[in-house]
């Protein structure tokens, strides 16, 4: 079965930095791109960052650039997103996306909090 498991949110301070994994399974995690989405309480599920499949090319979000990195490991089957100088608005539960055939897939998300 195809899974898709974050980890590494968590309660930060404005300012403060964290970084979330993205552990995936189940498919041909190289020949798919990934995307991680964010969704705050009472808000639309937008996009943050996309990866290709090789992790030549990126793409982030005007509300993010400059301070997230995302990345990945193909050896672990794994995809990144370094998140620095974290505001109360990035506040939300992130979710990682495999943008793949027949379908995209969704982990469970993880909760980052930002608050002093």
């Known amino acids: 079965q195809v899974q898709l498991v974050e980890s590494g949110g968590g309660l930060v301070q404005p300012g403060g930095s964290l970084r979330l994994a993205c552990a995936a399974s189940g498919f041909t995690f190289r020949l798919a791109a990934m995307s991680w989405y964010r969704q705050a309480p009472g808000k639309e599920r937008e996009l943050v960052a996309t990866?290709?499949?090789?992790?030549?090319?990126?793409n982030y979000a005007d509300s993010v650039k400059g301070r997230f990195t995302i990345s990945r490991d193909n050896a672990k089957n794994t995809v990144y997103l370094q998140m620095n100088s974290l505001k109360p608005e990035d506040t939300a539960v992130y979710y990682c996306?495999?943008?793949?055939?027949?379908?995209?897939?969704w982990g469970q998300g993880t909760q980052v909090t930002v608050s002093s």
């Open positions: 990866i290709t499949s090789t992790g030549g090319r990126t």
């Open positions: 996306k495999s943008i793949a055939v027949p379908t995209d897939y």
